[in-house]
C-alpha cells in the first residue's frame, strides 16, 4: 500500500474514535493527534508540566557570514509568510503537546499523582492501559503512525530551498537509489568521484574546521534541525577565532564519508551535520559527529557525536553553541574520541 | 565562557588559551559549603562537601550534578553573642567561625558556597545586616542568605528530613521549627513546597532570672493584654506564675489551629506575616528546632546544651501533651536544633547548567533581585513587552537610579531558532541602555537550556558588554540570587533566596 493511503486510514479511524468520546472527557483518545506530524517533542531538562515548545517560523534566506566580526546576517525575512507558518505552528503544537504528554490510559489507576509523575519523567510509551492483553487501539494507531513518519524520514529527501539558503552546494556518494543506501553502507561512506573533484575545485583547503551536512538517515532531522545547529555553530567559531572551510552538503552519506572528506581537504577538525537512525520517539533528530583530522583508515574510536539534537532533546542553537568549545578541545589536544579521552588522562 | 572581545589577534590566541584552562578537563570535583546559623538562642556551623559530577558521561552535552553531600563538621552549639538585647556581638560571632574554621582544619578561602543565615527575632536586631556583610568577607567569599520567615521554615524543612520525607512518601508533612523567637512552618507534599507560616512562638519569648520573670517579649504582652489582667505576667513577678502553663499550652493549641488552617481572631497576636497558605490536608507532623531538641533529646551530653532559662522546656511538655496535636502522626526529625544550619550549609546551593556563558571577573555576584520575563510562548509578545519590563525592573529595584544590578529572569520561551536568539540579544541590549550603569554585568537567567548561545550572541553584538548568562535554576520573581565562582566543571553554584513565598 503507498504510505499516504495508511497516513490518510490513520487519520479516518482516530478521528472517528475521537468522535466518539465526548470532549475533555479524557482517557487515551486525546493523545492521538490526527494530523499532527510524527514529531513530538520531549523536554528533557524539566520536570515541569507539558510546555508548549512552539516554533515561530524562521525563515532566514541566504545567511551570510560576515568576515571578522563574528556576526551573522540575514536576508530577506518575508512577513506574510511567517504570520501563515506561524499559526498552522501553533495549531500543531497544541497536537504535539498532547502527543508527548498523553493523559493516561490506565483505568481508575491506584495513585493519580504518581502516574503523572511517571509518564513526565520519559517519553517512552508507559501508562498507556491496556484491553485485556494487548495495547488499547489508539495507543497501537499512535505507534504505527510513529513507525511510518520513521520510515518517511528515512526515505525523504532535503528541500533544495534550505540548502540553497545555507549556501550548501550539493554533491553526492556512490549511491543513488535509497535502497542501495540502505543495504550498502560501505558506498554511503565514499564520495562518488564527481563530488570528489567538485570538493576539491570548490573548497578551501586545509580550514581549521570543515563543516558538512548529510542527510544520514533521517532528511526530516536535517530539514527541522540543520539551520540552526549550522548558523550557531558558524558564530560559535567566529567568537572563538577558530576559521572554517567552504560547507557543502552530502546526500545520502554515511559518517564516516568524512574520511573523504578529509583525504581531499586535509581539514583539522570535522564537523558532520547528520540525520540519525530515527526513533519512535523523534525521527528528526540530528548528530554532529566530530573528527580530527580523518583520513582514509581512521578508525570509528576517534570519532565522537553529541547526538540527540532536536527541539524536544538539545536545543539546535544550544548544541551549536556547544560544538565550538568542542571543537577547541579537540585542537587543543590534537585528538578527539577515545584518543582525546587518553589524552585528557 | 568566553571573556574577553575578539579585537586582535593576540588577544585571541591568549584568550583561547584562559579558556581551555578553565573549561575541561574535570568530570567530578568536590567544593566545600558552609552553614552558619545565627538564631535567637543559639548560634551553630556546619562544613559539608559536595560532589559534583558529569553525569551524561564524557562524550555527551555536560550535566553536573550534586552527586553526594557529606556533613564533613560540625560545631557545637554556642549561645548566640548580643551586645545588646538589640545587637548582635559582631566580634563574638566571628570569632566562633574563625575557631571553628580552625578545628574543622579549613580556611575560609576553600568554601565555595553556603549561607549564612540569622533567624528568628535575631533577623530583627539593628545590625543583622552588617553581621552578615561582614562575616560574608571573613568567613569565605561564598553565598550568602539572609532570610525572611518564610526562608527559614523551608530550610529548616529541608535540614530536619520533613522534605525528604514526603518525597519519599508522597505524604502532606508539616516541619515546625521551633527556636528561641519563632516557629517556622513548611509544608511540603511529595517533595513539593505548599505553604509556609510563622509564629511568634519560641523558647525565649519569655526569659527568667533567679526565681523571676527577665523579660517579656512584645507579641506575648499583647497576648496577655487581650487575656485581661488575671493573666498578667511581667518582668519581676515570680516565674511559677500560672498563666505560663496556660500560656504555652494556648501556643500548642494555636500550633494545631493553623496547622488546620483555622486560626481564630485571638490567636492572631502570635502570627507573624501571612495565614497559612497551603491547601493540602496535614497528614504527618515533624518538629526541629531548640524546642524538638527539648521533646527529643539528640544532643544530651552535648557541649552548650545547658538549661536555657526560659519557658523552651514549658512549651516542649505542652507540645508533648497536646491532645490537638496528637491527633496527627509525629515523625521524629534526623536533626533537631541543628536542622537550620544543616538545611543552610547543604540545601541552599543549586548548580547551573553546564553550557553557561559567564565572565570570572565579575563573580561571584550577591543579591541580585530577580525581574522575572515571561513569554507565554511567543516571543514577539515578550520582545514587545521587554524595553517595558526592564523599565519597571528598574522602578523597583533601582528608584534612585543607583545602579543596583538585577537579574532578568526569561520564562515560558516558545521554541528558539538562531535568528529568534539574535532578535531576543538585540531587544535586551537595546533595553537595558535604560539602566544607569552601563559597566555593570548583564546578568540573565534562562528556564530553558539557551545560555550558552545567547550569552555568545550577546557577546557577538555587543563586545565590549559583560555578559553573565546561565540556565536550567529555577526561581521566582522577587527572589534573591547569589551567583558564586566558576567552578572547575564549568558550572557555577547558585543559591537562591526566596524572601516571601508565592503560590
Ligand atoms: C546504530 C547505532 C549504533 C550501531 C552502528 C551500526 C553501524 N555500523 O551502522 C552500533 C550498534 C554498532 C553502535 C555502536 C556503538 N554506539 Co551507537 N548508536 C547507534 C544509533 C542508534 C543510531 C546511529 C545513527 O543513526 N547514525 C547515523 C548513520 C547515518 O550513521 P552510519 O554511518 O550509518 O553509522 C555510523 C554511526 O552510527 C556510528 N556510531 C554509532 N554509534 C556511535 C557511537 C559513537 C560514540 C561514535 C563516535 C559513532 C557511532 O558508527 C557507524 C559506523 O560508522 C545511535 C543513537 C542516536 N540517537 O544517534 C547510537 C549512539 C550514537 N551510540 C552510542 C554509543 C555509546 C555506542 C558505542 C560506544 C556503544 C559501546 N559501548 O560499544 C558503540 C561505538 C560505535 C563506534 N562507531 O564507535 C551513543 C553515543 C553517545 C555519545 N554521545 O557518546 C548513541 C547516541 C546512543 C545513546 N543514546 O547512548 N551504535
Redo the contacts with the bound molecule.
Sequence with gaps: MNPELIEKITRLIVEKLQAQNPPGGGGAANSVAPSASAVKFWDHTSSSEPKNISRPALNVSDAKVEEGQGRIEFGNYSESNSVRKKESAVKKEEQRTEAIYPASGVENPFDPEELKNLISKTPSRIGVGRAGSRPKTDTWLKFRFDHAAAVDAVYGDVNEELLKRLDLFKVSTKVRDKEVYIRR?DL??KLSDEAKQMISEKCRKAPTVQIIVSD??SSSAVEENVEDVYLSLQQSLKSLGLDSGTPFYIEK????VMDDVGEALLPKVVVLL????P?LVSAE?L?A?LCFEPRKGTI??D??????IHKGGIPPVEAGAYLGTVIQKILKYEAS?VSLVQKEG | MFNNSLNSKAHRHFRIEVIIIKRYEPQKEDILSAGIDIGTSTTKLVISKFSLMNMA????MPRIEIINKEVLYRSPIYRTPLRTTTTIDMEAVETIVREEYAKAGIEAKDIQTGAVIITGETATKQNAEETIHSLSDHAGEFLVATAGPDLEGIIAAKGSGAYEYSKKTGKVIANIDIGGGTANVAVYKAGKLCGTCTLHIGGRLIEFAGNQIKSVSPPIKKLLQQWGPSSAAKEGDSRHVTVIQKLTDFMAAVIARMLNRELLESDKPLLLGHEPDWQEDIEVIMFSGGISECIYKYETGAAGTAQYDDIGEMLAASLRESKELSLWKWVKPFETVRATVLGAGTQTTEISGATIHVESNELPLRNLPVYQIPFGQVLQDGLKRMPEAITQALEIYDPQREGQNFALYLTEMPYLGFRDIQELAAVILSSIQAKPNHQQPLVIVLESDHAKVLGQTLKVQNPSGSIICIDQIRVEHGDYIDIGHLLQTSVVPVVIKTLTFHH
Design positions: 553502507p554511503g561512506r544520514g538517515l552519506g554515511r559518517v564516516a547528520i540525520g540519525e537512525r526513533g533528530s548528530s559527529y570509528e574510536a570519532r565522537m557525536v553529541i547526538s540527540n574520541g | 558521561g564524557g562524550m555527551h
